[in-house]
């Protein structure tokens, strides 16, 4: 970018190996739909101005207004005095912008040509003949929306005459590998195997298997001992999944303010789940309370803390009826957030809460579990609760997961009320047949989240599914909820619920509960809405003797919302804490607990570990972690073809696909310099995959070829050319796809492990490769944070900065294969992850939860499976701490400890460096 003042210059250069696609062939044509280059630019408030220009030269110019991350109004074309250029060349095409300054300006309202901009670049690529589509926002990829504020940059225009500048020169194209083909397959083949949807199919046909196997065993369920027998597993397989909860200590509920309202009163509690651990809450109560009152338990959604006027609604209406109703605030929402209170920022809490619990063996659905046992046992200490009148609701989306669980493994629960859990929820609606992924006599697993809660560890796998985790509460009371409208007849886990309940002579102990209206619409709600308890109501009078609020529910529902209460209280009230409270309480937060209970455990396994013999320890390490991967084994014999060969300066390239297990191909590129001699083989994995390390590390790749080493680059599953589709949920996809694995008893790190030493197994094989000559390098690619970033969770940046994601998956993947592969000679990792605990830094995480490895601080910390690697060859250049942020050489050398002592024999094998970019072709060749 260049500018005199007057007109903006931008110039992009897009790398495409192959034909380019565009359409529009006039000014403001649909230029969106090609290869283009596009321009936001804006300077204060949610008004832009776009420019894009396609692959022939063609431009667009429009501008219109951005409210947050949608767009509040379309964007309408106006003229401007833009110019543009583009130009095709061999593998990449060239775009030119020149934008006038003083025209966008005027545009956006302003008086003058400002020197502050906000800019967002942005490249379109459409979808080829079996590709998804591909959309890359400067600096961030794959963004949610391209008009979101959030991404863009500032953009300050200096203040100098052009000629002044330092010339600012395109990178120039790397020599012999500039223009090598990135894909293995043609476009036709990558339709044909619908390269984009393998994880999905592949995770679709394991799931079918399971969901096969258990309807067959249900079908044989015709007695009471069947369906006990059947029961008795699963049940098990749940509490294993939870581990052991912490032991019961004494609540310390404290009351710190009372409120007295018409007919009810109002006690703002808190109560010590586990030590450190306090749970926020306001317990509604009758005003007066002869006999012993039903006490519920509310659990409340993703959506809103318990100030939400639903949740005081139930509150208030069923305390004025007699009841004792405790609604507190769940992990990281209202008074014990740990992030900011900024909307959706609770949301999205969960996916680091849930990530770093994982990383230290515990699970965030285990923890939002105890604090609802710890609250039910809140009200059975109280003398007027009755403890045989127990009832736990879980509002919609987030709230009933944890309240199904706990009913079910809590047998003080008189009736539990789990909305949107037992096996419809808004993604995976089995009341509309298009959407239905599955046989409708099979149970509905429950997957397409990324919500560890909602997606049980090994849930899939050990078959407690959804379904049954409610049946397991029977013969106890569930009722059967869910947000919007349905006919229960029609729902297949509806006629298991009945055959359940008839086996124990208990039909009248289930009911159902629901909303109004398809999804998305207007029966949907933030927790409980009066749609759903109006059909909840008659339930409650039946079983308990809770009276309806309303005197007549023939009545109208619109005359029946009329009565809901109309005497809120302000949100801000509900406040239980004050800054005496909180300091006296020295409440911990989440992160902090964890930190402390993966401290311990990496401690016990280096006092383990430092007791044994270097190769005991080895093997040991690699036992422990197997354990916490899954099913990492290699296909020691894959079926590989070979697609095609080319001729290069420095080497021949080959083009291959290996078949890991039925339907999951890792495409790989196979650069093998001319010799008659069998030759080392460096291998180079990153998350971008062979394309981007190849664009990125050619040079260094180059140098290898010219000294006679073989450079394999294959893409593990989901990465590079098996990319899951991008239209879908960028962000999330393979996150969902990691919680997906978790569900079967695997971990997607495990997974892709399986496929790099499948392609060590085949490359082992060739006789032109030498096995005992063979190097790991493990990249990430993606830029750092600042030392100062700030924080904000990585789905929802509302900030002036951009956070940028690590991708530390291969640099993870380098040293894994190293630890199970004797072969591996030499070990380089760039911008790897120095350790799993620095995710328990903070509040805040800059790494995907797909590198996730349950319990993975159970065998210790990444520093320790290097150490057990030693005496290899290995140097570890720019770690990354858990916010994507370069850890300093001092702090390395704390954090490293047991790999520098493992080292001490050897120290020229390791090399270790901070801020110092090294050769990494010239360590490897030396080391080969």
């Known amino acids: 970018m260049v ?256 409120y007295r309202g018409d007919g009810y009163r109002r006690q703002d509690v808190v109560y010590q789940s586990q030590p450190g651990l306090w749970v926020t809450a306001n317990l509604y109560l009758p005003i007066d309370t002869k006999n012993r009152t039903p006490g519920i338990v509310i659990a409340h959604s993703l959506h809103a803390p318990k100030t939400q006027f639903e949740l005081q609604d139930m509150g208030i209406i069923w305390a004025r009826a007699g009841c004792a109703v405790l609604v507190m605030d769940q992990i990281g929402y209202g008074e014990r957030a740990e992030g900011y209170p900024w909307e959706r920022e609770f949301y999205h809490s969960r996916y680091v809460t849930g990530m770093q619990l994982f990383t230290v063996g515990e699970s965030l659905i285990k923890w939002m579990v105890w604090d609802i046992m710890r609250g039910v046992d809140l009200l059975v200490e109280r003398k007027e609760v009755d403890d045989k009148r127990i009832i736990l609701l879980g509002a919609v989306a987030g709230g009933g997961d944890p309240a199904a669980v706990a009913a079910a493994l809590d047998p003080r629960v008189s009736a539990v009320v789990p909305f949107n859990f037992g096996e419809s929820t808004p993604e995976i609606p089995r009341f509309i047949p298009e959407k239905n992924q599955w046989p409708l006599e099979l149970a509905d697993p429950g997957l397409g989240d990324w919500e560890t809660p909602r997606c049980l560890r090994r849930g899939i796998i050990d078959q407690f599914l959804q379904w049954t985790v409610c049946a397991m509460v029977a013969p106890r009371k569930f009722v059967f909820s869910y947000e919007l409208g349905w006919n229960v007849e029609d729902l297949p886990a509806w006629a298991r619920y009945k055959k359940v309940f008839e086996l124990y002579q208990s039909r009248e102990n289930l009911a159902d509960a629901h909303g109004f209206g398809p999804f998305p619409g207007p029966g949907e709600c933030w927790n409980i809405g009066p749609a759903q308890r109006t059909s909840l109501y008659p339930t409650l009078e039946r079983w308990f003797g809770i009276p309806i609020p309303f005197e007549d529910m023939k009545t109208s529902s619109r005359a029946n919302l009329a009565r809901e209460p109309v005497d809120r209280r302000p949100e801000a009230e509900l406040a239980v804490l004050n800054p005496a409270t909180a300091g006296d309480l020295q409440m911990r937060t989440v992160h902090e607990l964890a930190r402390n209970i993966g401290q311990s455990k990496v401690e016990a396994v280096r006092a383990k570990l430092a007791r044994m013999e270097p190769h005991g320890r080895q093997e040991w390490m690699r036992a422990e972690l197997a354990k916490r991967l899954g099913g990492i084994e290699p296909n020691v014999n894959p079926k590989a073809t070979v697609h095609w060969s080319k001729k290069l300066p420095d080497a021949t390239l080959e083009g291959i696909t290996i078949e890991v297990e039925p339907n999951v191909t890792v495409p790989l590129l196979l650069f093998r310099p001319p010799s008659k001699d069998a030759i080392p083989v460096v291998v180079g994995v990153a998350e971008g995959g062979k394309d981007l390390f190849l664009t990125a590390r050619s040079n260094e790749i180059e140098t290898l070829l010219k000294r006679g080493v073989a450079v394999c680059l294959p893409d593990v599953r989901g990465t590079g050319e098996t990319s899951p589709d991008s239209r879908r949920d960028p962000e999330n996809d393979e996150n969902m796809q990691a919680v997906n694995e978790e569900m079967l008893g695997e971990t997607l790190v495990g997974r892709r492990l399986k496929d790099l030493r499948t392609v060590l197994a085949y490359l082992e094989q060739r006789p032109d490769l030498d096995a005992k000559r063979l190097a790991l390098w493990g990249e990430s690619l993606m830029p750092l944070n600042d030392a100062r970033v700030l924080d904000e969770l990585p789905l929802w940046q509302v900030g002036p900065q951009i956070q940028h994601q690590g991708e530390p998956l291969g640099g993870l993947l380098a040293i894994l294969g190293a630890l199970y592969d004797p072969h591996v000679r030499a070990i380089a990792v760039r911008n790897g992850l120095a350790n799993y605990s620095s995710i328990l830094d903070g509040a805040f995480v800059y790494v995907p939860a797909d590198i996730t490895v349950p319990g993975f601080l159970e065998a210790g910390d990444i520093a320790d499976v290097e150490a057990a690697l030693a005496p290899v060859p290995m140097i570890l250049e720019d770690l990354i701490d858990g916010k994507n942020r370069l850890v300093s050489a001092d702090d390395l050398r704390a954090q490293l400890d047991p790999l520098f002592r493992a080292y001490r024999e050897v120290p020229a094998n390791l090399t270790v460096l901070s801020g110092k970019p090294a050769p990494v072709a010239a360590w490897l060749l030396a080391h080969l």
């Open 3 to 258: 500018q005199d003042g007057t007109t903006l210059a931008v110039m992009a250069r897009c790398a495409e190996p192959y034909e380019t696609v565009a359409e529009a062939h006039e000014r403001d044509g649909p230029i969106d739909h090609d290869d283009s280059f596009q321009i936001y630019l804006a300077t204060s408030g949610s008004s832009y101005v776009k420019y894009g220009v396609n692959v022939l030269g063609y431009v667009e110019d429009a501008n219109g207004f951005s409210g947050g991350a949608r767009i509040s109004r379309p964007h309408v074309e106006w003229n401007s005095p833009v110019r543009a250029a583009a130009r095709k060349e061999r593998g990449e095409w060239i775009a030119r912008l020149d934008v006038p300054l003083a025209s966008v300006a005027a545009a956006l309202g302003e008086a003058t040509t400002p020197h502050d901009w906000r800019i967002l670049l942005m490249r379109y690529r459409p979808g080829r003949s079996g590709e998804p589509q591909e959309t890359s926002v400067l600096p961030v990829t794959q963004s949610v929306t391209p008009y979101c504020p959030p991404r863009y940059r500032r953009l300050v225009l200096v203040d100098k005459d052009p000629t002044q500048l330092k010339a600012v020169e395109l990178p120039a194209a790397s020599g012999s590998l500039a223009f090598a083909p990135t894909r293995v397959l043609s476009a036709e083949q990558r339709k044909q195997m619908a390269l984009s949807d393998m994880l999905d199919s592949n995770v679709h046909e394991r799931v079918l298997r399971v969901l096969e196997a258990e309807r067959r065993d249900w079908d044989q369920v015709k007695t009471l001992p069947d369906w006990e027998k059947f029961r008795a597993p699963k049940l098990k397989a749940l509490a294993a999944s939870m581990g052991e909860f912490p032991q019961r200590q004494p609540l310390d509920t404290r009351i710190v303010k009372e």
